[in-house]
């Protein structure tokens, strides 16, 4: 039987910032996930019997985010991420490299120019260099220091990898308002914002009740 531990142990002998070994070795992962339900409904099964990976989920008013595995030793973790109606990011990098993979729905894409995080940062002056639209079956992989954005449908599901946290911080910038800011990972979140974002129960039984009929699980 396949479990997530033997699924993912190619992971953690791979340098995380070598983005096309994480992706030839993601891509094999999605294949699994792709050909059943089984893994996906065994990790909603695993957040509904460990309180530790219900406590690493998280609901924002436009998208949730469920933890379906959890390694502490590396850092990599399994997530499903459900966007919600009105669902758009600001340009951001992550802490982490990941692989991501469409189940469903459908988001417009923007990657911008690579920029020196450790310059002053305009981001009136961001271009994008790619614009993309990842629909279900798309597989693609992301390094940390890449800043992209994402303008998503609603009901769009996707299925990330990711890797250790490579830096405590991450960039978000708005080239609306010429605002940028550095965010911080959980660890040096206060107990307010944290609380703020934990998912519910009952939050956890509507998204269920969602995959399930929209035949995700």
Sequence with gaps: MITYDNLLDPLRHLDWNDVEAIDAATRKIFAHFTTGTYLVRRGLTAIRETPRLMALCEHYDILDKLVLFDDPDTGIRVRLH?????????????????????????????????????????????????????QPGVSYTLHHSAIHAVVAE????????????????????????????????????????????????????????????????
């Design 154 to 217: 609603p009901g769009t599901v996707s299925l990330v990898v990711r890797g250790p946290a490579m830096t405590e911080r991450f960039l978000v910038m708005d080239n609306k308002t010429g605002q940028a800011w550095w965010q911080y990972g959980s660890a040096k979140e206060t107990p307010e914002i944290a609380r703020s974002k934990r998912m519910s129960g009952e939050r956890f039984r509507e998204l269920v009740d969602s995959l399930t009929e929209w035949k995700v699980i």
């Design 82 to 134: 459900i966007f919600g109606p009105g669902y758009h990011d600001r340009p951001h990098n992550h802490r982490w490299t990941y692989s991501s993979h469409i189940l469903r729905g459908e988001y417009r894409h923007r990657i911008y120019q690579p920029i020196d995080l450790h310059d002053a940062l305009d981001p009136a002056g961001l271009d994008a260099v790619m614009v993309r639209q990842e």
